[in-house]
């Protein structure tokens, strides 16, 4: 079994940071993509960032110059750093990763979200 375990969220004035962390654990033979994902009330789940196991990066507009996407292989080990933050990054953020557990299973996992809250 798999599980992502976040951590890092919280209550940030806009223009402040913060860092999200999510660690993979478990049955894991490799790690692909990992990615953040942000749901706020009333909305639908958005893709933020991600990164290929190669350290290929790719993000929302809405937050390119402000976010950043990074991993740690050896830990398995997928961190955002959030600068900048305004209020509607307020979300429920959700770690997201591809991992093979062993030759012939390969399957989508779901962290159980962070809440962030940007306001004054």
């Known amino acids: 079994q798999v599980q992502l375990v976040e951590s890092g969220g919280g209550l940030v004035q806009p223009g402040g940071s913060l860092r999200l962390s999510c660690a993979a654990s478990g049955s894991i033979f490799s790690v692909h993509a990992m990615a953040w994902y942000r749901q706020a009330p009333g909305k639908q789940r958005e893709l933020v960032a991600a990164i290929t196991s190669g350290g290929s990066t790719n993000y929302a507009d809405s937050v390119k110059g402000r976010f950043t996407i990074s991993r740690d292989n050896a830990k398995n080990t997928v961190y955002l750093q959030m600068s900048s933050l305004k209020p509607e990054d307020t979300a429920v953020y959700y770690c997201?990763?591809?991992?093979?557990?062993?030759?012939?299973?390969?399957?989508?996992?779901w962290g159980q979200g962070t809440q962030v809250t940007v306001s004054s």
């Open positions: 997201n990763a591809d991992i093979r557990s062993n030759w012939y299973e390969r399957s989508d996992y």
